[in-house]
T-cell receptor, first 113, second 110 residues
Framework: GDSVTQMEGPVTLSEEAFLTINCTYT??????LFWYVQYPGEGLQLLLK?????DKGSNKGFEATYRKETTSFHLEKGSVQVSDSAVYFC????????????FGAGTRLAVHP | EADIYQTPRYLVIGTGKKITLECSQT?????MYWYQQDPGMELHLIHY???????EKGDLSSESTVSRIRTEHFPLTLESARPSHTSQYLC?????????FGSGTQLSVL
């Protein structure tokens, strides 16, 4: 079945460092791909998405490109801030219009001043 | 911002009790979901609904049940809580491909 694999955390960075969180997927069909973020004590929020190959999703300085050839959707940010500390989830939307998401295991990011 | 609400935020209860976790949304979304989030943070879909009187089991088997009598309301019930049910439960609704999540209910069964 469809699945999502993302790099294990925690990821600990200093402020203004470059961030990469790897995400790869296995899917039949042509799924949409998402990054969700969960701040402490809150529910998940959509960070960005891409719906087809070579699409780039971006939001709040974060970017991810849908790479069909490598089945990847890595999250990047050029300069992280302390406020970016959260858990990041890569997700795959099953095709078929049912909006069911399959989530990766989550990667905790801690940014220190 | 999403208008999806979960109550209670925290619940500590003894084994054998019946509990209902509430989830409501004011956005008129047809599709709603319940995810279970384990301590390792992984999210597992346990129930979903495509509209009133429509409920389906998700990918992770769960002893809980759900109902969808009104569009805005999607409660989850455990008839007899056990320590193995201790977890974070997240409710969500969706529009197109975007999911909106509530803040979750942290359930602890003693």
């Amino acid at each position: 079945g469809d699945s999502v694999t993302q790099m294990e955390g925690p990821v600990t960075l200093s402020e203004e460092a470059f961030l990469t969180i790897n995400c790869t997927y296995t899917a039949t069909g042509y799924p949409s791909l998402f990054w969700y973020v969960q701040y402490p004590g809150e529910g998940l929020q959509l960070l960005l998405k891409a719906t087809k190959a070579d699409d780039k999703g971006s939001n709040k300085g974060f970017e991810a490109t849908y790479r069909k050839e490598t089945t990847s959707f890595h999250l990047e940010k050029g300069s992280v801030q302390v406020s970016d500390s959260a858990v990041y989830f890569c997700a795959l939307g099953e095709s078929g219009g049912y909006n069911k998401l399959i989530f990766g295991a989550g990667t905790r990011l801690a940014v220190h001043p | 911002e999403a208008d999806i609400y979960q109550t209670p935020r925290y619940l500590v209860i003894g084994t054998g009790k019946k509990i209902t976790l509430e989830c409501s949304q004011t956005m008129g979304h047809d599709k709603m979901y319940w995810y279970q989030q384990d301590p390792g943070m992984e999210l597992h879909l346990i129930h979903y609904s495509y509209g009133v009187n429509s409920t389906e089991k998700g990918d992770l088997s769960s002893e809980s049940t759900v109902s969808r009598i009104r569009t805005e309301h999607f409660p989850l019930t455990l008839e007899s809580a056990r320590p193995s049910h201790t977890s974070q439960y997240l409710c969500a609704s969706s529009l197109l491909e975007k999911l909106f999540f509530g803040s979750g209910t942290q359930l602890s069964v003693l």
